[in-house]
């Protein structure tokens, strides 16, 4: 359970699948390449498939990336038309609905799924988390997010964003009212289902959590009945100030971006400073980065690879998706134009961050066909081509630098990437003792995969308030009164 030691003493990674629930996740126009069938994604058939083969290969968890509005920036104001013949992150379902069909032909594969907790209503988030929590048997983890489109603000009702300062002090104030709910509305032994005393729940098992905040007031009790984790375990994806506060707070798992290994140091250094000024072990805390792995026998067939795709990329998905990512709108600058020395700082920056991840190419121009081509295959995420040895030497720098636990790791054809990964790279990650020969323990919940503790630990923020058994009053409750 946990992070495993293996007899060579290094580390092993953490691999996740890295999806969405969409035709064009970070490969905009890669939806039509012959070896790829993501159009299938409103299939369950096609989400099962996929879910079998990570959980037979070993994968820790499918993380299921979500937006809640268009990218609708290039072209804009509020144009969503570039990114439809590309199918760049649109149309895109919800991604909840996809995790009971897949936990039932899978025995071990976590999935991570990403929920917004600034259009979510506490109440109603906490009871669907619950019950997919019941029905996977304890393997759901939510991937916490505040939202940062303008499209989702005004399709839920609001003129503008909540800024996002405050939308951080909005989510402090959700996790407390859910754990409330969670943790202390029902007590531990409240649930006895005794069939001989026609009792299922003790009658003074379950508590209102009265809850009265600046944002929320929710009297409660929880609907649901503890689930397996009962809090589910927690991702978290924000790596701004008030995006790493809550992090370093409330996370178990986080999602991070990063160019370089160096770079990506001082964010792994920052959350884990931040969850000890918080009096949480920041072992308790596992660091991810996304990075788009491109593997095949050779060098030269990975690149060659690489070429093959970038032929089925589609230059306006790819300018869509950068709009959406960075509110930046290429299409009124020229095609020619370099964007190392640009007007705009935000893209000059991004440019500068890209040029390091490739020894020689400091001095190349960053014009709109190089930045299409970067984004096409694998988003703004860094990026890995090669041999196996290739890739794995660089997932072991990675490691090794930026203090990361693992990768998710996403795909530019499903299928293609990660059944290129599983025969290829797999293989060499378990020869060097960096990745999981087996199965720690078979049906583990999601806590218990990553920290090695099925319930929130006792120095997470979320564990004041546990009710237990035994007790009258939930202890928070005692605490207030």
Known sequence: MGETIPTSGKKQIILNAFVMNTPGHLAPGLWKHPRNKTDQYKTLSFWTDLAQLLDKAGFHAMFIADTLGAYDVYKGPSNVVPTLASGAQFPVNDPLYLVPAMSAVTRNLIFGVTASVTYE?????????????????????????????DSAARNHGLSEQIPHDERYAIADEYLEVLYKLWEGSFRDDAVLANRHLGTYIASDGVREINHKGKYFDVPGP???????????????????????QFGGKHGEAIFVGGQTPEGTRLTVDNI????????????????????????????????????????????????????????????????????????????????????????????????????????????????????????????ERWVEISGVDGFNLAHIVNPGTFEDIIEFLLPELRQRGLFREEIEKEGATAREVFIGSNRLPEDHPGSKYKWRAGENIPQYQTKEN
């Open 272 to 395: 884990r400073n931040i969850a000890k000024q918080q009096g949480r072990d920041p072992n308790h805390i596992k660091i991810i980065v996304g990075i788009n792995v491109i593997v095949a026998a050779t060098d030269e067939e990975a690149k060659a690879k690489r070429e093959e795709y970038l032929e089925y990329a589609d230059d306006e998905g790819a300018l869509a998706l950068f709009g959406g990512w960075t509110g930046v709108d290429l299409s009124s600058h020229a095609d020619d134009e370099d964007f190392r020395f640009s007007h705009s700082p935000r893209v000059q920056s991004i440019v500068r961050r890209w040029s390091a991840t490739v020894p020689g190419t400091d001095s190349l121009p960053w014009t709109k066909r190089r930045i299409v081509e970067y984004i096409s295959v694998g988003g703004l995420q860094a990026k890995v081509v090669g041999s196996p040895t290739t890739v794995a030497d660089e997932l």
């Open 121 to 149: 209503k506490p109440y109603a988030l906490a009871r669907r988390l619950s019950t997919v929590d019941h029905l996977s048997q304890g393997r759901v983890a939510w991937n916490i997010v505040t939202s940062y489109l």
């Open 222 to 244: 929880h609907f649901c009945e503890p689930s397996p984790q009962r809090t589910p375990f927690l991702f978290q994806a924000g790596v701004s100030e008030a995006g790493g």
